[in-house]
């Protein structure tokens, strides 16, 4: 167990849809990173927050966004929902912006 | 462009010999590498890292090389075991926040 959560671990929904994941750091970690995992693209970063703010941007598509609270946790967004964005979608923590990444159990999503 | 790419895809060894994993990195201007490991149903899990200061580092059963020179980064685990089996990753970070760069993965396949 990594220390990071990340619910809910399955969502199904239909194209068109709009979708929130969440994901709580490990205690004491302030940097939260976002990753795609899809058979065909392999694991894809899409952003990272550091204590709130945004510090990198991967190719993550305009209908996704991203924030991260003040409490720390993040929410990733994704809107209408195409068939193609069923993945993995996995968050990870650090302490700071530039070290070791732990990885949370990832949340599967599937758009019919 | 951007690439972090494995030599092998899947890789079989007998339970008790050596394993090594290749990848081979693009940028040169990477200073931080990362191996993980990604069990069926599972988020990646850190296995070991190093700094472009370096060009060895051990942990417990594996060790990392790096070679700066021919950009490649290999993972060796000692006396491998069935519950090595898995897919590795090697990910780097080319000083674009904490963004992390993966590697297409290989799969390690141990033989009882």
Redesign the interface.
């Known amino acids: 167990d990594s220390g990071v959560t990340q619910t809910p671990k399955h969502l199904i929904t239909a194209t068109g849809q709009r979708v929130t994941l969440r994901c709580s750091p490990r205690s004491g970690d302030l940097s939260v990173y976002w990753y795609q995992q899809s058979l065909d693209q392999g694991l894809q970063f899409l952003i990272q927050y550091y204590n709130g703010e945004e510090r990198a941007k991967g190719n993550i598509l305009e209908r996704f966004s991203a924030q991260q609270f003040p409490d720390l946790h993040s929410e990733l967004n994704l809107s209408s929902l195409e068939l193609g964005d069923s993945a993995l979608y996995f968050c990870a923590s650090s302490v700071a912006g530039f070290d070791e990444q732990f990885f949370g159990p990832g949340t599967r999503l599937t758009v019919l | 462009g951007e690439s972090v790419g494995l030599h092998l895809p899947t890789l079989s060894v007998q339970e008790g010999d050596n394993s090594i994993i290749n990848c081979a990195y693009s940028n040169s201007a990477s200073d931080?590498f990362?191996w993980?490991k990604q069990e069926s149903g599972?988020?990646?899990?850190?296995i070991i890292?190093i700094r472009s200061n370096m060009d060895k580092r051990q942990g417990q059963r594996v060790t990392v090389l790096l070679n700066k020179t021919v950009k490649h980064l290999s993972l060796q685990i000692a006396a491998t075991q069935p519950g090595d089996s898995a897919v590795y990753?090697c990910?780097e970070?080319n000083n674009?926040?904490?963004?992390?760069?993966?590697?297409?993965?290989t799969e390690l396949s141990v033989k009882p």
């Open positions: 931080y990362i993980y599972k988020g990646p899990q850190f890292d990753f990910a970070n674009q926040g904490g963004k992390l760069i993966f590697g297409q993965g």
